[in-house]
């Protein structure tokens, strides 16, 4: 009775009080069924048949496949949801095709295939510096816990360059990972990253570095560093490394800033947030790769 009533109730173009509670999407459709199922239903695997289904019938593509793979991910069924995508995407829009490598990036990094997913962040990292990103659009609207938010490309080529120098740490690729976190900080710092940074150079056995940044998180000084988990995880490396760090003699001194970078870093920096190009300095590798004209300077 409840199930023919929403339908009669889509029928007449009516907001379906019961798809508002549940943030379903009205109608009958395969697409549908499939998300009352997923979020209804709890059924995971009834929802991923219904979804195979509504791609298969044409019926919203974009979400079906990306929902899809959010699902098969939930059931470490991670693979299987990269194989999906990889072989589905070409029947989604082009403005789906970036939320679809977002959910890749996070299958590939589940799954433990870190070379693709270093590989995918950087050609994310090319449409932004080509103008591609956000499909030409200085904001995209995003959703996280079912709230909608602004994010602007500065926020998310930091948020990319974050995740860049996370897979470089699991490569243990450390100093290519404390540049591209160096330059995310710049662009929009934030108390996680500044700790990975830390982290970094802990790795590098440059402990009073490493002490110099956890201090300014502990000290509040960097935007967001008040929140607990920053806090307790900044008090975590610290514990770490007092042990083992011993204060530089006073005439080095000006060298133990953790943040002290070349002018033409700062000229590079620069240039990015105007222009939103390539840069082209010998200090940051990881951008003289992504550049065409240059040559490939291995990370």
């Known amino acids: ?17 019961y798809c508002v509670i549940h943030k379903l999407p009205s109608g ?6 499939a998300k009352h199922a997923q979020l209804v239903e709890k059924d995971p695997e009834v929802a991923i048949v219904l979804f195979w289904k509504a791609i298969n019938a044409g019926d919203r593509v974009d979400s079906a496949l990306k929902d899809m793979a959010v699902v098969m991910k939930q059931l470490d069924r991670t693979e299987e949801a990269i194989e999906a995508i990889k072989s589905f995407r070409s029947l989604c829009s082009k403005h789906a095709q970036e939320s679809l490598d977002n959910v890749l990036i996070d299958l590939y990094k589940k799954c433990g295939r870190i070379d693709e997913q270093i590989d995918l962040l950087k050609q994310k990292l090319r449409l932004i510096y080509q103008g591609e990103a956000f499909n030409g ?8 816990h079912g709230k909608k938010f602004q994010v602007s490309i500065k926020q998310e080529t930091s948020r990319i360059l974050g995740n860049l120098g996370w897979a470089y740490m699991q490569k243990s690729k450390y100093m290519a990972a404390e540049v591209v976190y160096k330059k995310a900080q710049m662009i929009d710092p934030d108390p ?13 056995a440059r402990n009073i570095e ?16 008040e929140d607990c988990k920053a806090q307790n995880r900044a008090q975590e490396l610290m514990l770490y490394i007092e042990p083992r760090w011993l204060p530089p003699p006073t ?30 300095t010998k200090r940051l590798p990881i951008f003289e790769e992504i550049s065409s004209y240059r040559n490939k300077v291995a990370c």
């Open 251 to 280: 005439k080095e001194k000006k060298t133990t800033t953790g943040f002290d970078l070349e002018d033409d870093f700062i000229d590079g920096l620069e240039k990015l947030l105007k222009e939103w190009t390539p840069i082209r």
């Open 28 to 33: 009958d459709t395969p697409y549908v069924r």
């Open 210 to 225: 490493a002490h110099s940044i956890l201090s300014e998180v502990l000290e509040g000084k960097i935007p967001g560093s």
């Open 192 to 204: 996680n990253k500044a700790c990975n940074l830390a982290l970094c150079l802990i790795k590098q």
């Open 137 to 144: 659009k200085p904001t995209k609207t995003a959703r996280s």
């Open 1 to 17: 009775m409840e199930e023919s009533s929403r339908r009669n109730s889509s029928r007449k173009g009516e907001k379906d009080p």
